[in-house]
């Protein structure tokens, strides 16, 4: 299949607006949920939801989840070194004025596991709904107004001109 085709699969055969749903539900419990294992857990579930029920391939998974990984990365070591300071917290490990701490591992790791289960997710979602069909399930099961599913229809249709845009700057540079 191409870059951008949805695979004819069991998640592709699912009502969009049921995985929608299902991806909101999820979304917002991460929201309110501060350990690590969790949002590991939902990464983990969504990437392997993406493969084996989507079809999606595995380096496609992990193109498009490289630069959130390097986001991820870069929360981490920020939330490391310049986190809050927490009375009676375990100092792990100290590089001058920078400090390591449990507390800040475990806050650090939990919103980088999030940002990385939020993209699982959601590029599951993406990868595996066809926009027409999507908008089409908006305006016959939510009842959209048409002008507005036409609008989430052409901001759909973007994410792939996006991604085209992003390599060829890359590339460039």
Known sequence: PRMNEIVDSFL?????????????VLSLS???IFDP???AVFALLGLLAAWGLGGVRPLRLVRAMAPLLAAAAG???????????VAGDVVLGSWGPFTVTEARLMVGGSIALRVLAFAALSLSFVFTTEPGLFVLSLVQQLRFNYRVAFGVLV???MLPLLQSEYQHIRAAQ
């Open 75 to 85: 929360i981490m070591m920020a939330n490391l070194l310049f986190g809050r300071e």
């Open 37 to 39: 294992v969790t949002p």
């Open 12 to 24: 592709a055969r699912r009502n969009p607006v049921v995985k929608l749903g299902v991806l909101l």
């Open 155 to 157: 901001g759909y249709r």
């Open 30 to 32: 991460l929201t309110v």
